[in-house]
């Protein structure tokens, strides 16, 4: 148990840029101050890694008990085995692995809260906009992942008379032939990216290319929203609120409305 009495909460993403993207770094820094316990975070494919954190979390005495969050908009390998894996090879097996953020309960009617805002704004109607998902993807992919095409399902119910759409940054369908996928006069880009990377700063409007005429709006990385800690947070929240001693005080609501600027024990 660490000092703080509250499991430790763990923020685990991809990897940074090293070009200003430093996601899961910034996801634990948004949270830190609403959790009752240390927060600490972790790469798969950058540093600090995920391995060396576990090791240090262990010396630091705070990985008695342990809930991880996945920064992922997909459920693949990385989520599902190499993660786990990991977790066990550092002897923790008893660490909760919260759903990756695509799975968050929430999670559709937030983003569906930000197209909605993002329409107002621009003055389009829903009828006239195709919404674009923009997942990073895979190099084999030859069509979406099925947790993408059942997000753009369920994000069409909230969003009734817009099309919604899926372009990868890898494999197909791709974004740069968004022209050709999208039927509709607006274009409205959703990034389902952990930060503000060189996928976000580079490679969008790049595969974008947007040409005079064009009314095209792109949104910020999902993982940058201010109401996702917040989903996070009261997922997390479910692993202790049983526990008597700690049903109170888990966690303060970070955002309520501030749009306009699968888990379980391994």
């Known amino acids: 148990m660490t000092s703080f009495g509250m499991p430790t909460l763990m923020m685990?993403?991809?990897g940074n840029s090293g070009n200003g993207g430093d996601p899961a770094a910034a996801l634990a820094d948004a949270v830190r101050d609403h959790w009752a316990g240390p927060v600490r975070h972790g790469y798969m494919r950058s540093t600090p890694s995920v391995p060396d954190q576990l090791a240090k979390l262990k010396r630091d005495h705070e990985a008695d008990e342990l809930i991880v969050f996945p920064l992922f908009f997909s459920e693949g390998y990385l989520v599902f085995e190499e993660l786990p894996r990991n977790l066990r090879d550092a002897g923790l097996d008893r660490a909760v692995i919260l759903p990756p953020a695509i799975n968050l309960p929430g999670f559709t009617a937030m983003v569906?809260?930000?197209?909605q805002a993002a329409l107002s704004r621009r003055g389009w109607d829903g009828s006239e906009t195709s919404v674009f998902l923009v997942p990073h993807g895979l190099k084999t992919l030859t069509e979406p992942l099925p947790e993408t095409v059942r997000f753009a399902r369920e994000l069409g119910g909230f969003c009734a008379g817009s099309e919604i759409c899926i372009g990868n940054i890898e494999g197909d369908p791709s974004l740069r032939d968004w022209r050709?996928?999208?039927?509709?006069?607006?274009?409205?880009?959703?990034?389902?990216?952990?930060?503000g990377g060189m996928h976000a700063c580079t490679d969008l409007p790049e595969m974008i290319a947007a040409q005079p005429g064009e009314t095209i709006e792109m949104l910020a990385p999902i993982g940058?929203?201010?109401e996702l800690p917040d989903l996070i947070l009261a997922e997390a929240a479910r692993f202790v609120r049983h526990r008597p001693d700690r049903s109170k005080g888990l966690h303060r609501p970070i955002a309520k409305s501030r749009i306009e600027n699968g888990a379980g024990l391994i």
């Open 224 to 226: 940058e929203w201010a």
């Open 112 to 115: 569906a809260r930000h197209v």
């Open 180 to 195: 050709t996928i999208g039927s509709r006069k607006h274009a409205l880009i959703v990034p389902m990216l952990a930060g």
């Open 12 to 14: 685990v993403s991809h």
